[in-house]
């Protein structure tokens, strides 16, 4: 897959331009882990070859391009640990958007992963199969839920090879990459059937930031073992701040810890690139959220 | 009105050790010679109330915030505006009227008045306390929100009619309340009847301000709908302030269904009454948010 991810780059980098900062990003490399011992559930199924779909004219997030994956049939995970001086024993699961159509992996992927390396955390890039209607024709959300509680699961099991607390493995999702989230957060059922001994282990998140993620129905009434959530999300983005507010009120009145900034703007499309708005310190606000919560 | 203050704290410091340290930025504050402004002409709405003196409340032994005690006034008959210019480099032209919380019995003086007035005069911005009618129900036994509605209105009205007296610009003044200060908000921001009789000519000049920024303060009930031409809101609660943070999300959701450029942050902890002051939460950094906030909004 390295191989592919760096020819894609390459190919990439020849239509672009791209940066050095995000160069920088790729530079770390990762252990990368096979999410499913097999083929995932559903078993294999054949499409073109992974590539990226961005054209020169998509739209820019920061002046800089984003890499829009598809064809995904192989999910995997993609570890970044933190320098040994800085790991502080927390990992994070990083699930890019995209509309479970493609995977906005340098945007809501690999630069998230480098900020997260940065403050001490093993950053690990779910890269769950997309396009999601090609696994599950009328539920386009399952492959995505399956590889969010296998990767939590996966993580947990195998936290000693990582250097990882197995109490402190949290999950964050971009948009579509909400659905891992709220599939490894507040649902309980395990959405595949058990592979391995792995799927033993809990899916359940340590903590959880759905960030411009949809939010969950009106009086949904959320388990009061949810983990501490932390959400993002801008005011101007369509009508999404009113469904994270549900998912808001829902933890509230479940007793569960939140933390929720609503951004006057921002859009929906912004990752951990500096646009110049107050949005995007999002993440110093989810690092004093983690050291709050002793998580750093 | 400095003198009576200044003697209040006077006593304040001879009843309550302090740490000299933690006190020093609290007596900067009231080192700054504000302006004081009578709110109203004559008496105030309601006519002139006979209380007891002005006293601060707090005794040896009241809760402590951010290791600190707060000022309690109480018996405010005559409302005033306590008003704080930055220095000349720095000014802004822009207004921010501050209106301390304490349920509408008390005013918490200096945590949520010269404290905050404090911060925003570093910010380039002119700070004008709202020293409202307080308590409440000895102005209107069945209404103790009134008169804070009331001396909010007029100060809106005044401010804006007076603006050049002060050097500001009279569309760019805010209303900020902590907790029960959310009623001058409120009155100010999505209420469009005026609650009192015009006294004089400021009172032919809008009393809704260009923003607005309730703060742990009560939200509205749900579905309220809100005027779309609701000036822009920023919010800040804690989530452990009881359920502070679920009223408060009723007033954004009714913000957002009318179109009103809306911020909103509910840290996960800090409960109720944290000002200002530097707690070691990351709530106590709320006052950056405001001002990236108002940068945004071209108000900085």
């Not at chain 1, 009120?249 to 951004?263: F, N, P, Q, R």
């Not at chain 2, 036994?141 to 050049?164: C, E, F, I, N």
Request: glycine share 10%.
């Amino acid at each position: 897959m390295i191989l592919l991810l760096k020819k894609t780059l390459i190919i990439f980098c020849i239509i672009m331009p791209v940066n050095s900062s995000a160069n920088e990003v790729h530079a770390a490399e990762p252990i990368i882990w096979q999410l499913w011992p097999d083929s995932p559930p559903g078993g294999h199924i054949e499409l073109p070859p992974e590539y990226n779909k961005t054209k020169t004219s998509d739209k820019l997030v920061a002046g800089r391009p984003i890499i829009r994956l598809t064809n995904v049939t192989t999910p995997q995970l993609l570890i970044f640990k933190p320098n040994k001086k800085t790991d502080n024993g927390t990992a994070l699961i990083i699930a890019p958007g995209g509309g479970t159509s493609i995977l906005g992996y340098d945007l809501g992927g690999t630069e998230v992963a480098e900020l997260f390396r940065s403050m001490g955390v093993t950053a690990i890039v779910l890269k769950y199969r997309v396009p999601g209607k090609a696994f599950n024709k009328d539920k386009k959300w399952l492959a995505a839920a399956q590889d969010g509680q296998r990767a939590v699961s996966l993580v947990r099991g195998r936290a000693n090879e990582l250097g990882v607390n197995p109490d402190k493995i949290g999950i964050l999702g971009f948009s579509a990459g909400g659905i891992p989230v709220a599939y490894t957060t507040v649902i309980k059922e395990r959405m595949y059937e058990p592979v391995d001994k792995y799927d033993k282990i809990s899916f359940t998140a340590n903590f959880a930031a759905p960030i411009s993620a949809g939010g969950s129905p009106p009086e949904t009434v959320l388990p009061k073992d949810t983990p501490p959530v932390f959400m993002i999300v801008a005011h101007d983005d369509k009508n999404r701040s009113l469904g994270i507010i549900e998912t808001y009120k829902s933890l509230k009145k479940a007793g569960v810890s939140a933390e929720l900034h609503i951004y006057e703007s921002g859009g929906h499309v912004f990752g951990v690139r500096k646009t110049g708005l107050p949005l995007s310190n999002w993440p110093e606000r989810m690092k004093e959220w983690m050291i709050r919560l002793k998580l750093l | 009105m400095i003198h009576l203050l200044k003697k209040t704290l006077i006593i304040f410091c001879i009843t309550i050790s302090v740490n000299s340290s933690a006190n020093s930025p609290a007596n900067e504050v009231h080192v700054a010679e504000p302006i004081i402004w009578q709110l109203w002409p004559d008496s105030p709405p309601g006519g002139h109330i006979d209380l007891p003196p002005e006293y601060d409340k707090t005794k040896v032994g009241d809760k402590l915030y951010g290791g600190l005690p707060v000022i309690r006034l109480t018996n405010i008959t005559e409302p005033t505006l306590v008003i704080y210019k930055p220095n000349k480099e720095i000014d802004t032209g822009t207004a921010i009227i501050i209106a301390p919380g304490g349920g509408t019995s008390i005013l918490a003086y200096d945590l949520e008045g010269t404290e905050v007035a404090q911060w925003f005069t570093s910010i380039g911005v002119t700070a004008i306390i709202l020293k409202y009618r307080v308590p409440g129900k000895a102005f209107n036994k069945d209404k103790q929100w009134l008169s804070a509605a009331q001396d909010g209105q007029r100060a809106v009205s005044l401010v804006r009619g007076r603006a050049s007296e002060l050097g500001i610009k009279p569309d760019k003044i805010g209303i900020m309340g902590f907790s029960a200060g959310g009623i001058s908000v409120a009155y100010t921001t999505v209420i469009k009847e005026r609650m009192y009789e015009p006294v004089d000519k400021y009172d032919e000049i809008s009393f809704s301000p260009n923003y607005a920024a309730p703060i742990y303060a009560g939200g509205s009930p749900p579905d309220t709908v809100l005027p779309k031409e609701t000036p822009p809101v920023f919010m800040v609660v804690a989530h452990d302030d009881k359920n502070m943070s679920l009223g408060m999300v009723n007033t954004y959701i009714s913000l957002k269904k009318s179109g009103v450029s809306a911020e909103l942050h509910i840290y996960e902890s800090g409960g109720h009454g944290f000002g200002v002051r530097k707690t070691g939460l990351p709530v106590a950094n709320w006052p950056q948010r405001m001002k990236e906030w108002m940068v945004r909004l071209k108000l900085l």
